[in-house]
Nanobody, 122 residues
Framework: QVQLVESGGGSVQPGGSLKLSCVAS????????MMWFRQTPGKEREGLAG????????HYSSSVKGRFTISQDSAANKVYLQMNSLRPEDTAMYYC???????????????WGQGTQVTVSN
């Protein structure tokens, strides 16, 4: 069973940047897609960006395209989310998830990390 561990969250001022990391304990076809989600209290998890580990194709939601960049270090089984021009509304718990296909619907994933908190405020 592949396990996921996120890191890199923290507090930042509006306009700042953070880089999140997610390390997977291994690779299987069922974990070919790594996706980043975020969630605020009372809301469903929102899919932000995904990357196909085999091939490197990326997928972005319109809400973060142009500000967030997903990348990977295949040798290290790591996926990153570079977040720039952060806004207070980006404050959320950020999760990585793994599945066979890149889907923005959180119900498509059964493998999740524990999350890392991002807070954007003055």
């Amino acid at each position: 069973q592949v396990q996921l561990v996120e890191s890199g969250g923290g507090s930042v001022q509006p306009g700042g940047s953070l880089k999140l990391s997610c390390v997977a304990s291994g690779y299987t076809d069922s974990s070919n897609c790594m996706m980043w989600f975020r969630q605020t209290p009372g809301k469903e998890r929102e899919g932000l960006a995904g990357i196909e580990r085999r091939g490197g194709r990326t997928h972005y939601s319109s809400s973060v395209k142009g500000r967030f960049t997903i990348s990977q270090d295949s040798a290290a089984n790591k996926v990153y989310l570079q977040m720039n021009s952060l806004r207070p509304e980006d404050t959320a718990m950020y999760y990585c998830a793994a599945g066979p296909y890149c889907r923005f619907n959180p119900r498509s994933y059964t493998l999740w990390g524990q999350g890392t908190q991002v807070t954007v405020s003055n």
